[in-house]
Each structure stands twice: as structure tokens, then as C-alpha cells.
């Protein structure tokens, strides 16, 4: 756990020095104004997880389909996929690991949330071929928007590059 905020303490740092001079000016210009919104829109256009990657995750991971879809209005995200080799994806019904969702856009690490009765929101225990399972990130805020790229993080199993849908 502190290893993965150190991790997104020196991503963050080292993404605002990679912020060119202007734009730095720029946001600064747009704080003192009063304005809290800095985010620059993206000259890029989301795409889909490439072929190569989903063949990686399906052969190497046990899991396929995958997605990230914003519900609640956008304060909840559903990761959600398919397994096709329970022993490669156990980690993801593991109940002892926290998983972890990345926003590269806004660098913002989400967890999953716990409700008192029903516990974390999202399906563990043991894993078959075939099925779909999913847990859901609190988004509280709105943080993530829809077409941003996402990590998911759970343990040492690592999933890059999702596009929130």
C-alpha cells in the first residue's frame, strides 16, 4: 500500500515537470483568476485496447472483455471482464487484495468502496471459465471522466490503459 502512493507521488511529481513552461504560465493565469478548472483538453482521440494487448491479457492473465464504464451518474466506475483461465486470474477474486483504479488524466488513485452490511463491492471467491465478473471504484467528484485511461491495480496484477467508457 505505501509502496503504490509513494509510485503515484513520483508519477505526479514527474508529470508536472514535464509540463512545459507556457502551460505552467497558463494554469497559474487561470488560478489567480479565480478559475479552478487547469486540465488542457487532449489533442488525442480515446481508442480502444489494442488487438496485442487484449491477446496478452487473455493469454497471459486469464481474462478477457474487458471495460471500464462510468454508472451512478459517474461516481461509481465498473471495471468488469471475462475469465478464460481461473488459475492466471485468481488475484482478481482474491479477497485479501485491494484493488486499486489509476486515473492517468488527474493522477487520482480510487478505491474500492466498503458498505457496512454487504462488505467491498466487487465479486470474489473462487473463479470459472466463462463468467463475467466486475467491481466497482468510488468516483466521487466526478474525477474520472468518460474517455480518460485508467490503470487498474490489484497487487502485482496489473492492467494498463483502459479507456473509461
Avoid at 471495471?79 to 488524466?105: H, I, M, N, Q, W
Wanted: no cysteine.
Amino acid at each position: 500500500m505505501r509502496r503504490l502512493v509513494i509510485a503515484a507521488a513520483w508519477v505526479g511529481w514527474a508529470a508536472a515537470l514535464a509540463v512545459p513552461a507556457t502551460a505552467q504560465q497558463t494554469q497559474q493565469v487561470s488560478v489567480q483568476s479565480g478559475s479552478a478548472h487547469t486540465s488542457h483538453a487532449s489533442h488525442y482521440e480515446p481508442m480502444k485496447l489494442p488487438q496485442h494487448a487484449r491477446a496478452f491479457y487473455q493469454s497471459v492473465r486469464g481474462i478477457d472483455r474487458l471495460s471500464v464504464r462510468r454508472t451512478a451518474s459517474g461516481n461509481l466506475l465498473r471495471f468488469s471482464y471475462r475469465v478464460t483461465d481461473p488459475a492466471a486470474a485468481k488475484l482478481l477474486g482474491d479477497k485479501s487484495t485491494t484493488p486499486y483504479l489509476y486515473g492517468e488524466a488527474k493522477h487520482v488513485l480510487l478505491e474500492v468502496p466498503v458498505m457496512d452490511n454487504i462488505g467491498q463491492l466487487r465479486q470474489t471467491g473462487d473463479l470459472e471459465v466463462g463468467q463475467e465478473y466486475w467491481m466497482v471504484f468510488s468516483n466521487k467528484g466526478d474525477v474520472v471522466k468518460a474517455g480518460d485511461r485508467v490503470n487498474v491495480l490489484i497487487g502485482s496484477f496489473h492492467i494498463d490503459g483502459l479507456v473509461v467508457q
